[in-house]
């Protein structure tokens, strides 16, 4: 039973099950060495000690309690022959749980609020949050991730406090989180958190502070405008011409067709065909709409059907394959918006073409071969899904007041601690290694965490 119970100091003596836990009575079976000398040769038993709970991982979808017997030991070695208690190897040393407790506490902040882990293991919130900010302290001390060729920024607002994201930006995996969207602050972050030479390609949106940002320190990289951005840059002069035409239809007396045209509003924004819905009405399912809804508004109303063309240039523009073909596209989408230079919202949209052309041409510069045979260009886009997380996570932790918090569930949620992502087994050492995957002990761990010293090449 001892070997099944996993922790090698005790010997379970008895175990009962209550409505709310599991109590194991068990008693230490070691011999502590002195605290003081830290011998065991000297060291004798001198009668029985207080016992003390301590809790241990869940056991049958419920909190286990150790009620530990201890005894009390003399050392005849140190002078004034000392007394003191054991404690056992597998219990931690700073709180009232065992280390594989700790170790699981760890793992489950990453993903779970700290009111849930707090209920599944029996331990105070206290005691969790404070564990969870002791780990979150020294992975921002210890831990660097290795440094992405593809790297991705996006800003987040949450309950009015801006943030900025960095992450890999194929797989939207965050690997660090500030708490402004400052040029200098995010530049401080990248100098000191990866090797910013080794960069290739930075990707994002075209906010002023990341078109800064992309300027410096990148060296030879490429700063790529994200794709959705610069379409979505469209929608306010396609929203403009429709609602230009729907308020015509109704001075007009075209009440059906205005009608139509209103319901139809928000599928023909919509850039995703699986985005192409009715307008939500109470009762009502939505329907996803085909291009075919469209072709009574396009006959009817001319100008909708050419503004609504001039996006799939720009759509286009992205479905190229090179910068030739990318410029015909351009070229062509800036013809159809001829006759709507007049709105305020096209001259914005072209004037944001003008000033971020090389930025928004540079995703032909970082296309890779796609699964499907095809190309694609990097997006922030699995960033921006990730973000979508945070929020839940947000709310679902009733909010994050602690930025430690926040960074421990953002940036460590994707990964498993004590396997994915370890720490060096030397005691004085406070590195840990990762993102570990498959078999361990590669063969150089020092180029896979980019600042692992000796120590840590044998530290799995």
């Not at 030879?220 to 840059?233: I, L, S």
């Not at 609504?308 to 992205?318: C, K």
């Amino acid at each position: 039973m001892n070997a099944f119970f996993g922790l090698a100091s005790f010997n379970v003596d008895d175990v009962s099950v209550t409505h709310n836990a599991v109590r194991c009575d068990v008693s230490l079976i070691t011999k502590p060495a002195c605290p003081k000398c830290h011998s065991h040769a000297r060291v004798t038993l001198h009668g029985k000690g207080r016992s003390f709970r301590v809790h241990d991982t869940p056991s049958r979808g419920k909190p286990t309690v150790l009620h530990i017997e201890r005894r009390r030991f003399r050392c005849e070695g140190c002078a004034g022959r000392p007394t003191f208690s054991e404690r056992g190897d597998d219990v931690d040393e700073r709180w009232k749980a065992t280390r594989r407790l700790i170790a699981y506490v760890e793992n489950e902040v990453t993903n779970h609020p700290l009111a849930h882990v707090a209920r599944t293991t029996g331990l105070p919130e206290t005691a969790v949050r404070n564990i969870a900010l002791d780990l979150a302290t020294r992975l921002e001390a210890g831990h660097r991730f290795p440094t992405p060729r593809t790297l991705a920024s996006d800003g987040l607002t949450i309950k009015d406090t801006d943030y900025t994201v960095f992450a890999e930006a194929w797989t939207g995996r965050p690997i660090g989180l500030i708490e402004t969207q400052l040029v200098g602050p995010a530049r401080a972050w990248i100098r000191d958190h990866i090797d910013y030479r080794d960069v290739r390609v930075f990707v994002t949106d075209l906010h002023k502070t990341n078109v800064s940002l992309g300027k410096k320190p990148f060296g030879e990289g490429v700063h790529v405008a994200d794709k959705w951005h610069v379409v979505r840059r469209y929608q306010k002069p396609l929203g403009r011409v429709i609602a230009q035409e729907l308020d015509k239809l109704r001075k007009s007396g075209q009440s059906d067709l205005a009608a139509e045209l209103h319901a139809l509003k928000p599928a023909l924004l919509a850039v995703d065909r699986r985005k192409r819905k009715t307008r939500r009405k109470r009762g009502a399912k939505q329907l996803t709409l085909t291009f075919d809804a469209f072709l009574n508004v396009f006959r009817q109303v001319p100008r909708v059907r050419r503004a609504y063309w001039a996006r799939y240039e720009l759509t286009g523009f992205y479905r190229c394959l090179n910068e030739v073909d990318a410029h015909a596209r351009l070229n062509a989408l800036r013809r159809r918006l001829g006759e709507f230079r007049d709105l305020d919202e096209v001259q914005a949209f072209l004037k944001f073409l003008d000033e971020h052309q090389v930025q928004i041409f540079n995703y032909f510069r970082a296309l890779r071969p796609a699964r499907d045979g095809g190309f694609q260009g990097p997006t922030t886009n699995a960033l921006e899904q990730r973000n979508s997380s945070i929020r839940q996570a947000w709310r679902a932790s009733r909010g994050l007041r602690s930025l430690s918090l926040l960074r421990l569930r953002v940036i460590y949620g994707p990964w498993v601690m004590g396997s994915e992502i370890v720490r060096c087994a030397d005691p004085d050492c406070a590195t840990f290694i990762g993102p570990l995957q498959g078999p361990p002990c590669p063969p150089d761990l020092r180029a896979m965490s980019g600042i692992a010293p000796r120590c840590c090449i044998h530290a799995i």
